[in-house]
């Protein structure tokens, strides 16, 4: 109720529309406990995919995570049997200017997980495709089932995957990265885990569970020394690089415009 005992009618409309962003069937969120929050990608009939309405529900759920006290770690998942099998483009879009803003929500997102201040666990089973494998291979921690699959299939589709391209090769190295992005092949657990985009594999099945217990691990160290490490040990890596993401992004606007001009 606003003043004189009026309802605050834009305060409640703007809160329905947040909410009804944020619980969309593409993302779901649960708490496990007080200090770890669940993060689900959620149309496992779709593999996982992601639209643009998704990545701003991911996007406004790290950003009101972030502000969460007493919140330590953050494990990220897909429903059913795949993790996330990438991004569905808008196709009513047709300029560069319309298709740069569509795909500035993945930027969104990544720049948010970035700057996230406790640590993010992916828990990836199946395939992990285009945006999914990005997301996951930038979490501070990624658990594999044995049987997961990652891949950046954008060249078959006529498209370098610049965004992607941003950050990767601070995870793995230069030649390892460009031969994923030229040839659009999928890579094994056991092989993303010997070239750095993933942490550890585990029996295909128990990748959730292993990120629980990794999580209630982390419930024992000191919550600022947490924070202190992940935020340090990502600036020396200079994980993140705004102007080549910026650059990558318009980059494939373009591409994209000119196929449907």
């Known amino acids: 109720m606003g003043r004189l005992g009026r309802p605050t009618w834009g305060a409640t409309r703007s809160a329905r529309r947040r909410s009804q962003m944020e619980n969309r069937m593409g993302i779901e969120r649960s708490d496990l406990d007080a200090a770890t929050s669940l993060l689900t990608f959620s149309n496992p009939a779709n593999g996982n995919c992601v639209e643009s309405a998704d990545l701003m529900a991911l996007a406004a759920h790290l950003d009101d995570l972030s502000a969460r006290p007493g919140l330590v770690s953050l494990i990220v998942t897909g429903a059913g049997s795949d993790f996330c099998k990438g991004r569905i483009a808008q196709k009513d879009l047709t300029t560069a200017a319309q298709l ?9 997102v990544n720049e948010r997980l970035g700057r996230f201040p406790g640590l993010v666990i992916a828990a990836v089973e199946g395939e992990a495709l285009g945006f999914g494998c990005g997301f996951a291979t930038q979490c501070d921690v990624t658990i594999v089932g044995q049987d997961a699959q ?5 060249m078959s589709h006529g498209l370098p995957p610049l965004i992607v391209l941003s950050y990767l090769t601070k995870y793995l190295p230069y030649k390892q990265a460009f031969e994923l992005a030229l040839t659009s092949r999928s ?15 585990v029996p295909s099945g128990t990748a959730l569970d292993d990120a629980r217990e990794l999580s209630r691990f982390v419930q024992t160290l000191n919550p600022r020394a947490i924070r202190e490490l992940r935020r340090y040990a990502r600036r020396v890596a200079s994980l993140h690089d705004d102007a080549f993401a910026q650059y ?4 494939i606007a373009t591409i994209l415009s000119e196929g449907r001009s």
């Open 187 to 201: 890579i094994s657990a056991e092989r993303a885990v010997e070239i750095g985009m993933a942490t550890r594999a």
């Open 150 to 154: 990652f891949a950046l299939p954008e």
């Open 100 to 108: 740069a803003d569509d795909l500035n929500h993945i930027l969104a």
């Open 248 to 251: 990558g992004l318009f980059d």
